[in-house]
């Protein structure tokens, strides 16, 4: 990790440690969500919901204002409130990334207890998420998305999708 790297890592750990929505963020993000799907964002950390409104609203300063784009935004991480992460574990996740992109490869996905308990989360988070929002009122491609918001392409009948996953990636990680 670079020097200017490393400074935007230790900004981004203090800003997610005081990061909470307002108010007028929540009752948007009520307006684009299915109740249910707004009932599992009010389970994630404020830090958490933080970031996904920022990742929404980076989104929508894209141009994107797809019903779908949107929820995908809000709800890509949803599958962190199944295990929570302290902010340790967060921490240990990124310096494990930043040595080795490849440390989450060979995790075993099954040991969610002790050190590697944030890795596992951050492998997994993707599946148990797109495995909760499939049990809400979402589209394939939203469930797809939030299934492939790390690694990987989607199957859908639009390259637009493709697009706006590329830029979620970028937009998540940016953050």
């Given at each position: 990790m670079r020097k200017n790297e490393f400074l935007y890592r230790v900004g981004q750990f203090f800003k997610v440690l005081l990061s909470h929505p307002d108010e007028a963020q929540l009752k948007k993000v009520s307006q684009i969500l299915e109740p249910d799907q707004y009932g599992?964002?009010?389970?994630?950390q404020n830090s958490e919901q933080a970031h996904a409104i920022y990742v929404m609203e980076a989104i929508e300063k894209e141009g994107y204002q797809d019903k779908d784009f949107?929820?995908?935004?809000l709800l890509h991480d949803i599958g962190k409130i199944v295990h929570p992460l302290k902010v340790w574990e967060r921490v240990m996740a990124v310096i494990c990334r930043w040595i080795n992109p490849d440390c989450l490869d060979d995790l075993?996905?099954?040991?969610?207890?002790?050190?590697?308990?944030?890795?596992v989360i951050t492998k997994k988070h993707p599946e148990w998420g797109a495995?909760?929002?499939a049990n809400s009122n979402a589209s394939p491609e939203l469930v797809e998305i939030i299934r492939k918001h790390h690694e990987g392409e989607i199957e859908a009948k639009e390259p637009r999708y493709q697009s706006f996953l590329l830029l979620l990636r970028a937009v998540d990680d940016n953050n």
């Open positions: 599992l964002f009010m389970q994630l949107l929820k995908a935004a075993d996905e099954t040991d969610i207890k002790g050190w590697k308990r944030g890795l495995d909760m929002i």
